[in-house]
């Protein structure tokens, strides 16, 4: 085994080839929407399904359907299958993701076809109701149309399909989720009025090629919360902290066979210390450790007291408890690890690699305490795999594209870079504004249940093809975001 995955090896002289741990210092090659789609990338995916899922004597055949389209076309159509197929092993070379353990059991919502922005919400108010589950969380990915080379695309803006607003006061204090203050700052600026409260659910911006960017209130039956209390300190409560069930990560691009996919939201379940060691704790968050560690009044006058580490700990314990109390899937760091460890052994046996970054692997808290900690990991980028593009965490981030980036201009092109012609496209640079049409303002307009949502017409999208309906599993982390660990 040592001799195949030298990096299963417990010391890096042992594995030359790597040298130094880290690899997100080589970036990886940037996705240019414009480019028609790599038809070596093509041939290597479908080797890959037909390989694993079969018949292999269909390989052949297959590709020369696939190549024949992409002579036709610059781009082609995976089946349903091999979507399945290609969503799952995105989750299984996701990097940075300790869950991957039960990437099988992905569900893949296909839906390629749903093009119009009521349409789109409805199905990720539908995504979430079904990945949630009543607290059961699966894991679970909605699949909207790729990107066509050249061509402009839809997507949602928001980096989750929940997270919270953060404000700044005139005073300079903070409230919510200091990590959105630009992102909040930037819907108010499109019309959206948060209530200034510490967990107030952001809109979602819905970017579509036809209608522009529109904003969409989640009805709250599609947003399960977690108030905390600690299993033995009471005032924890007081605190009135709280946060969401389901991690849906919704700007990452997911890359099948050469086709990208830059909308396609997924969730998994969160691990604890997602929330307790980073989210709650981190100072550009929610920095709730002083105010633990005033409650458990401890002598915060040295650091070497350890009360931060102390004030940690019953955080984590809270959060725990609390999810489990309320009936909600989540997992500890301990039980996570030594499953990775179990899913690296399952996939060497399979003759598979697990790509994996130490330093999103190992847990932010307690992390010498956890077998992941002491080896080394193969440091390599395999796909399919989910992306984080520059232009889409700065979005995520700001609420504003980058100078520079658009997404209508794109429509003049054809993936050849032929001229099509059309208007003048309108970036929507920081400088300007961009124009939406909120149909979701607090006050002024609705927020529906998801129920209405879904029955508001009659001839609303088919839903197709919901697969893999067995037991969930932790996190559907993306590579190079699964956000346990760091
Ligand atoms: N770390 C991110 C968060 O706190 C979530 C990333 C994905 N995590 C997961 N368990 N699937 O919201």
Redesign the pocket.
């Known amino acids: 085994m040592r001799e195949r995955f030298p990096w299963s090896s417990e010391t890096a002289s042992a594995n030359p080839r790597l040298g130094v741990p880290g690899y997100r210092n080589i970036a990886a090659p940037p996705w240019d929407p414009a480019q028609p789609v790599d038809p070596v990338a093509a041939a290597e995916f479908l080797q890959t399904f037909y390989g694993e899922v079969g018949p292999p004597e269909r390989l052949v055949p297959r590709l020369g359907e696939v190549n024949s389209e992409l002579a036709r076309t610059g781009t082609y159509t995976h089946t349903p299958e091999e979507l399945e197929f290609g969503a799952r092993v995105a989750w299984r070379n996701s990097s940075r ?1 300790i ?1 991957r353990l039960y990437w099988r059991s992905l569900r893949v919502r296909d839906r390629r076809g749903v093009r119009k922005a009521d349409d789109i919400f409805a199905e990720l108010v539908g995504h979430l109701l079904e990945a949630t589950n009543g607290g059961k969380i699966r894991p679970t990915i909605t699949v909207f149309a790729p990107a066509t080379p050249g061509r402009p695309f839809s997507r949602v803006w928001n980096e ?1 399909l929940i997270r919270y607003a953060g404000y700044r006061g005139p005073d300079g204090s903070w409230r919510g989720d200091r990590q959105y203050a630009d992102f909040t700052a930037a819907v108010h600026r499109l019309g959206w009025r948060g209530e200034g409260g510490r967990f107030d659910v952001l809109p979602l911006v819905i970017d579509t090629p036809g209608e522009g960017p529109r904003l969409y209130e989640l009805p709250e039956d599609a947003v399960l919360e977690v108030p905390l209390h600690h299993p033995n300190l009471a005032w924890f409560a007081e605190l009135g902290l709280r946060w969401h069930a389901v ?1 849906t ?1 919704s700007n990452m691009r997911l890359e099948i066979g050469g086709m990208h996919y830059p909308f396609s939201p997924f ?5 604890g210390t ?2 307790g060691a ?2 709650l704790a981190d100072t550009d968050r929610y920095d709730m450790l002083p105010a633990v560690a005033r409650r458990l009044r401890l002598d915060t006058s040295s650091e070497r007291t350890l009360w931060r580490d102390s004030a940690l700990v019953e955080l984590n314990r809270a959060v725990l408890h609390s999810y489990d109390r309320a009936g909600v899937r989540i997992t500890d760091h301990h039980t996570e690890s030594l499953r990775f460890l179990k899913h690296i052994e399952a996939e060497e046996r399979q003759g598979r690699l697990v790509p994996a970054d130490w330093t999103w692997i190992v847990p932010p808290m307690s992390s010498g305490i956890t077998p992941v900690f002491r080896r080394y990991y193969a440091e390599i980028d395999l796909r399919p795999n989910f992306y984080n593009d520059p232009s889409a965490r700065y979005i995520g981030r700001r609420g504003v594209l980058r100078r520079g980036d658009h997404t209508r201009s794109l429509a003049r092109q054809d993936w050849r870079g032929r001229w099509l012609g059309g208007t003048s496209p309108s970036p929507l640079c920081r400088r300007r504004a961009p124009r939406a049409r909120p149909v979701s303002r607090r006050g002024r307009c609705r927020r529906m249940t998801s129920s209405q949502w879904r029955d508001r017409r009659p001839g609303r999208p088919p839903r197709t093809g919901t697969t893999g309906d067995r037991a969930p599993h ?5 590579d190079r ?4 660990a760091r």
């Open positions: 993701c869950g989750q991690p990560l969730n998994g379940w969160y691990m997602e929330i980073r989210n932790e996190k559907a982390g993306p975001a699964c956000g346990a």
